[in-house]
């Protein structure tokens, strides 16, 4: 059960849509599993209990994404994408890692910009926003994987 029985599973759904999608990135297949697991029990309806504890209903810290559904997985319509880039100067750079470290990481070198843009920004479908005192705007972009004009 829990992570033990999830990692094989969710690992042969990963290739399988490698397989389906060989252009995607890590990112985009992570959104499209994510964005369309079902975070309500499929037979039934109801919501996900938590495991141990029953007057509990699962929250992502319990279950994560939800329940992965393969089927919808392989057409999620729009997807949260990162490049390399992305993962360097969204997210290594403002987190503090200083350009030798970075270098050490990627194998090269990189400069940091002096206006670190900020990680509530990061491209990915959930949201951390520390100590939130005001309202707060954060930026997603959506990449369309399905048919033109898609919803």
Not at 127 to 134: C, G, H, Q, V
Request: hydrophobic share 40%; glycine share 8%.
């Amino acid at each position: 059960s829990g992570t033990s029985m999830a990692a094989p599973h969710v690992s042969g759904i990963v290739a399988l849509l490698k397989s389906l999608h060989p252009h995607w990135s890590p990112a985009a297949i992570k959104s499209a599993l994510v964005t369309t697991a079902w975070q309500t029990d499929p037979h039934s309806g109801e919501p996900i209990i938590a495991e141990g504890n029953t007057d509990k209903i699962a929250d992502p810290f319990d279950f994560g994404g939800g329940l992965v559904d393969a089927n919808a997985a392989k057409d999620p319509g729009l997807v949260y994408d990162m490049g390399f880039s992305d993962y360097v100067f969204s997210y290594l750079c403002p987190m503090g890692y200083n350009t030798s470290a970075i270098g050490r990481i990627i194998n090269g070198f990189v400069t940091c910009a002096n206006k670190m843009p900020s990680l509530v920004d990061f491209n990915v479908p959930s949201l951390t926003i520390p100590s939130l005192r005001k309202t707060v705007t954060v930026k997603r972009t959506v990449t369309n994987v399905g048919p033109v004009n898609s919803k």
